[in-house]
């Protein structure tokens, strides 16, 4: 339990060192936007390989019992996740960089017209629903590192955006978007933006899900069904 301890919070630390503007700015002018998210992909991808192992690896000490109906959550809400995170990631102004907005005649097209921050709820999602059907301490300390980072991401993306795109395009963005899901158009700020999203991204959505779910003995032990 120390071992996932520790390597959640060097995961965590070199995840924000990454992207502090101290370190982050230089490398992107050295490197490049490309280049940089490569290098920000692989660092990030190293460090989760080895958290997932200290997880994995960790002994099991029951929080709560393991229920049926508690175990129905990420079947339920992980399709969902899945949308969320596929649209985010192939929607322009909609990523985790945070260093653009869209500059169409559209403020906010496709998945933003939901929410402003499609990837943070795709991982708030995941790690929260696995906190609630897993159950257990190594669990709760695993998938609650990361649904803390997940919330507190949106704050941070959004200073960062109006920090490099400024007060002008912020404003125009922020008038027609949410952070909660569904916020902005539940008080008519604006109106879901279907065709932006297209069936391509609910589809891709849906596959990862699909794919995730036959991989899940493989890579977790655990079949989905009894996820």
């Not at 339990?1 to 924000?16: E, N, P, Q, W």
């Not at 991982?123 to 906190?131: D, F, K, N, R, T």
């Amino acid at each position: 339990m120390i071992i996932l301890v520790a390597a959640l919070a060097a995961f965590v630390a070199v995840h924000t060192m990454m992207s502090r503007p101290w370190l982050r700015d230089p490398l992107t002018a050295r490197l490049g936007r490309a280049g940089y998210a490569t290098v920000n992909g692989i660092v990030s991808l190293v460090g989760l390989a080895l958290v997932f192992w200290a997880y994995r690896a960790a002994p099991y000490v029951e929080a709560w019992p393991a229920r049926i109906e508690l175990w129905a959550v990420p079947v339920l809400v992980l399709p969902l996740a899945g949308i969320l995170f596929v649209s985010g990631v192939t929607t322009p102004g909609a990523g985790l960089s945070g260093d653009r907005l869209p500059d169409g005649a559209d403020a906010a097209p496709g998945i933003l017209r939901i929410t402003r921050h499609p990837v943070p709820w795709a991982l708030i999602l995941w790690a929260g629903s696995h906190v609630v059907a897993n159950g257990d301490v190594a669990a709760i300390i695993f998938f609650g590192t990361f649904l803390a980072f997940a919330a507190v991401a949106p704050r941070l993306i959004d200073r960062r955006r109006r920090r490099l795109c400024g007060d002008a395009a912020w404003n125009r963005f922020a008038a027609v978007t949410s952070v909660a899901p569904f916020a902005a158009i539940a008080v008519g700020r604006t109106s879901p933006d279907w065709s932006g999203i297209g069936w391509r991204r609910l589809a891709g959505g849906l596959l990862i899900y699909g794919l995730l779910a036959l991989a899940h003995p493989w890579f977790a032990g655990v079949a989905i069904a009894t996820l």
